[in-house]
């Protein structure tokens, strides 16, 4: 079996955000004053190694399905990817992505906080509301065959809902998903947390789209570039490279329904983490609206590079916030 075709089929470069995205919402959780552990136990860093990994295989099958639903977008945008050169049949890439799906999602079940988390049998009786974790990766599998799949919509074809389908479960969901393997997510502050990542990803997403506007006017997607132009759709997508960022010092000053601030990481790193992001997302707005045109004939633009390193830089050092 050759595997250099798979490889490059579920792009290992995007399994990277969302093991880091759960990580830090694990460590936020951890780190937060809503910690349920007395200590850092071995069961817990298995238990947050497996929802990392279960995540990252999570993304790698809705890579694969997203290609199959995109193969006929994908021979003009991306002709030499794996479908399209042949070198993968779209059979053992539906069976692929859909063992992933599988794999990635059942182990979840037995992912529960304290005090529920006391041996195999305990965890599987847990009652639904502590299988949190399980119903927010389930919720996430869905809004991949949403994006992707007419059958379920795909929303893909209709701008800027495209977008709020990614940024609900690679923002809003993934760092709620990674609090929920730590403690309860009946609080305002993970899902807070994860609002700031929803609109970040509620504009910045939109950078690959300029490239792909050939196949996607032909596919029948309405992204925002296609429907608005590339000038307007950067002018549009630009607020969401900083505006976010300032949620997190927001935070801190907002008041929790239980009283005290809203969320309870190191103030001063959550201050200095917002100041520093929003600097970045200036600087990638600028080169977003520099020239607007030229992001419509470079496949990797510099704004996409640095969206994904912002997420990361953002997911790192967020957990930094709460752990020290």
């Known amino acids: 079996m050759r595997w250099k075709p798979w490889i490059a089929l579920i792009r290992p470069f995007t399994l990277l955000p969302p093991l880091l995205g759960i990580l830090s919402g694990s460590a936020c959780a951890y780190g937060s004053a809503h910690n349920p552990y007395a200590s850092f136990t071995w069961e817990l860093l298995g238990t947050l190694l497996l929802g990392s990994f279960c995540a990252s295989l999570m993304n790698a099958a809705s890579n694969i399905i997203n290609q199959v639903y995109d193969l006929e977008i994908d021979r003009i945008n991306k002709p030499t990817r794996p479908l399209c050169t042949g070198e993968v049949t779209l059979r053992c890439a539906l069976a692929a992505s859909w063992c992933m799906y599988v794999l990635s999602l059942a182990p979840i079940w037995w992912v529960v906080p304290p005090p529920y988390d006391q041996g195999l049998l305990a965890r599987m009786r847990a009652p639904w509301q502590a299988h949190a974790c399980f119903w927010i990766y389930l919720a996430g599998l869905l809004c991949t065959f949403i994006y992707s799949s007419p059958r379920l919509g795909r929303t893909k074809r209709f701008g800027v809902w495209a977008n709020v389908t990614i940024a609900a479960a690679r923002g809003e969901l993934l760092k709620v998903a990674g609090w929920a393997m ?139 916030a709460y752990l020290l």
Not at 215 to 224: F, N
Not at 245 to 260: E, K, R, T, V
């Open 182 to 320: 730590v403690a309860t997510v009946s609080l305002w502050e993970p899902w807070y947390l994860g609002l700031v990542f929803f609109l970040f990803l509620l504009g910045a997403t939109s950078t690959k789209d300029f490239s792909d506007m050939e196949g996607d006017r032909l596919g029948g997607c309405r992204t925002l570039p296609i429907t608005y132009g590339p000038r307007k759709a950067a002018w549009m997508i630009a607020p969401s490279f900083v505006l976010p960022w300032l949620l997190f010092p927001l935070g801190l000053l907002l008041p929790a329904p239980s009283g005290g601030r809203l969320l309870t990481g190191n103030p001063l790193l959550l201050a200095l983490l917002g100041a520093a992001l929003v600097l970045w997302g200036s600087h990638t707005v600028w080169l977003l609206l520099r020239n607007p045109e030229e992001l419509a004939y470079t496949e990797n633009h510099p704004s996409w590079t640095e969206m994904y390193g912002m997420m990361m830089a953002a997911q790192v050092g967020l957990a930094a």
